[in-house]
């Protein structure tokens, strides 16, 4: 069989992520699927049904992240791994990670349907929490499976209803008494490709179909707590203030200015999270708390703008009076996808006779944490209004089919590489 002419069904594409997206669909239309949830819970037996249907062995491991293998030619070769997340957001949408899940499925659907078989092991896999959620722990499951995560990590935790994460796993099927043996070690994989919505505008505005993703976000956070002087709102005259959010106003400006003029666009920041003391509508406040986040594509670009913001801050300190605790919360690495992952999807995107564009991701996902065992890489789809974490996340159709083949046709081609 000609390997190049085999694609995907765009049909059961639609039906399958139609399925999944009717479990937790909540009144508002959005998808409240979080983490261990009787909704996700209702996913994950949706989905092993499914693998059941094909020639893999399913299995849930320690972590309860959800493997089905796909056996080999050559079976002591490492496994091509692929997928993504089937947990959501609070109200989210659902195309979010279950669309990864859905186009791994619809490989080994395929290569099932079509008798194709590989070199490698193929590992389709539906990670667990993924999300944030309310133990507080997101990537959970590819963190669990690189060595990132211990018992001592997990032990204790529980929701603010008070449930363990550890009852939460064993009611997914996993042992989180035996949790380090879900540890994958580097020998395991040959590659891992993840799939997702951008989640952004960049592929929309470009109207190009396929995106590969030469890296994943780096994220810096702290916490800005800017101290002034309280005192009387009426009496206190405006030359004679030490005005706390009116500082803290001044540093959120000067950062959204800072990242305004700079010359790589995929350079973020945030404040997202602010307090006032004492909060009074006559009163000058005299403490703010606010959060500062920095994302980009390298660790030199994030330090860059963090400088100019320092200078920026230092400044405002000594012409409003007031001065500046400053505490680190996230410094995550920038973490590149592999080289020749990103040359094997973009060469059968051209090839399939797709367009693409590199760009990095933005946010934070698995693939992340799989590139510190493997060679890994990400597509992205392009997604309507650059929405997500939404109800109105969603994706065309014929987008998804591209980027699907481009999944099946990466897969072959790096089934025949010496890795």
Known sequence: MDKSTVTVNKQIIEQKLSELGKIGRNANGGMDRTTFTPAEIEARNWLKDELDQLNVDVRVDQAANIWARRQGQVDHLPAI???????????GGMYDGALGVILALEVMRVLDEQGIKTKHPLELVSFSAEEPNPFGLSTFGSRAITGKLAYQDIEGV????????TTGIKEAGGDPDDFEGAVRKDEAFSAFLEVHIEQGKRLLNRDIPVGVVTGITGIYREEVTV????????TTLMKDRSDAFLAAANMSLELEAIL???PDEE???????VFVKPNATNIVPGEVTFSLEIRGQTNDKIQDV?????????TIKKDRLVD?????MLDQQAVPMNRDVIACCEEQSKELGYPSYRLGSMAGHDAAHMASITRSGMLFVPSLDGKSHCPEEESRMEDIEKVANVLLHSILTMDQKEW
Do not use: C
């Open 81 to 91: 791994a692929f997928g993504s997340h089937i947990d959501s957001v609070p109200n």
């Open 158 to 165: 529980t929701d603010p209803s008070g449930k363990k994460l």
């Open 227 to 234: 101290l002034g002087e309280a005192n009387h709102a009426g």
């Open 260 to 262: 305004k003029a700079y």
């Open 267 to 273: 350079v973020v920041g945030t404040i997202g999270q």
């Open 306 to 314: 963090l400088a100019q913001w320092e200078a920026k801050m230092e």
């Open 324 to 328: 500046v605790q400053r505490k680190k």
